[in-house]
């Protein structure tokens, strides 16, 4: 084997180990690290997922934790999607270089070949016939002697064809290495894939279970509604009392923005709700009767106060709540007022109230998803928008 034989080897194997250092260097570890990031989370989702199952939380929490592992699955199958679409970039982009190459290549060949036609033509390389023998065109220029007696241009020519090889066989082994990497990711892919229809399955299995919950304790909810909309204080029937509709005290001084109104079409009420919700911003503020009357009824048993998309079942939904009696109006109609969702009421059955008097808490026990005040106003035993009337702020 010549010397130049044995050069050309072992710079061809070391460009071939430049290029699959810098490979794994930079794209396969940063995409293992990228991926490796989501997988983290998704990991984490899934942890927290287990934990409440083991815990036996609330079909919500449960539900919520679910949503979290999707996204988290989602997010690794796109970062996995954004892989591939840059491997299949950087793949084009190498082939394309390696079809210029090519080309290229193509030209001087031919020219190459109408010189080493003059050369054996004129006799003056009687090696010619041999080194016509190797198995390729590679080789034939490795071996080839002839290039002590070409002139300058030939060798020239010569080098810039060796060279476009050289470089056409390092992109191809550039390309192999991010189609090993692509493989990967494809299995990746494929995997999550899998993983993210067993997720979506279980979670609309829970949430075909958390509607069942939703529409019972919906029936609860109404059918408590009907019994507070019937009661009536016996006090108001034996006393002189009168409702003053128009003069209403708004029931939650300093607090005015209404977070659901009357009928809201929101995913909770789905248009079945039958007051207003007044936030507070997550404060338990003072809780005003909004006219004179008596508390008939009061519930202040519930514990659950804590935001949740589903009912605890106390208070028939309502959680703690006051409802009040105040009498007649000279429109001869009845009215009633009921403020549900209380941290705690501060009022018993059957008291006189004043108007304006604190009654309570603001709260979310019941099926409440924050801290609010549910209002409602009942005339002749008929729940009505609370907005229809004109309250008097404070």
């Known amino acids: 084997m010549t010397k130049r034989i044995i050069g050309k080897i072992i710079a061809t194997l070391c460009c071939f180990t430049l290029i699959f250092s810098v490979v794994a260097a930079s794209t396969p570890v940063e995409a293992a690290k990228t991926l490796q990031d989501y997988k983290n989370e998704q990991a984490a989702a899934k942890k927290e997922l287990n934990r409440l199952k083991a815990e036996k939380a609330d079909k919500q929490k449960i539900k919520d934790a679910f949503d979290k592992q999707i996204a988290a699955t989602q997010a690794l199958i796109d970062e996995c999607m954004n892989k591939l679409n840059g491997y299949n970039a950087e793949i084009q982009k190498k082939q394309d270089e390696i079809d210029r190459l090519a080309e290229d290549m193509s030209d001087d060949k031919a020219l190459f070949k109408k010189r080493v036609r003059a050369i054996y033509m004129s006799g003056s390389n009687s090696n010619l016939q041999i080194l016509l023998g190797a198995e390729d065109f590679s080789e034939y220029l490795v071996l080839s002697e002839m290039t002590k007696s070409v002139s300058a ?11 476009a090889i050289d470089k056409i066989e390092v992109e191809k082994a550039a390309i192999q290495v991010i189609a090993d990497e692509q493989d ?3 299995s990746e892919l494929d ?7 067993s997720q979506v399955a279980e979670v609309n299995a829970l949430l075909k279970d958390i509607n069942a919950d939703i529409n019972q304790a919906q029936k609860d909810y109404d059918k408590a509604g009907a019994e507070i909309d019937k009661l009536t204080a016996p006090q108001a029937g034996n006393s002189n009392l009168t409702a003053n509709p128009t003069m209403f005290l708004w029931p939650v001084p300093g607090y005015y923005r209404i977070s659901a109104g009357w009928q809201s079409n929101d995913s909770v009420h789905k248009g079945t709700h039958k007051g207003i919700d007044i936030s507070t911003g997550g404060r338990s503020v003072d809780v005003v009767a909004c006219d004179d009357g008596y508390v008939y009824i009061v519930k202040n048993s519930c514990k659950h106060n804590y935001g949740k998309n589903y009912s605890c079942g106390c208070g028939g939904g309502y959680g703690n709540y006051v409802a009040i009696d105040h009498g007649k109006a000279s429109d001869g109609k009845s009215y009633k007022t009921l403020y549900a969702h209380m941290k705690t009421a501060l009022v018993k059955n059957g008291q006189y109230v004043k108007r304006g008097q604190v009654i309570g808490k603001v709260g979310t026990t019941g099926w409440s998803t924050g801290y609010h005040l549910h209002l409602e106003t009942i005339v002749n035993g008929t729940k009505v928008n609370p907005k229809k009337f004109q309250y008097q702020r404070q």
């Open 184 to 186: 990967e990711i494809k």
């Open 153 to 163: 241009k030939d060798s020239r020519l010569i080098s810039k064809i060796t060279d």
């Open 191 to 197: 995997a999550q894939k899998k993983n993210l229809n």
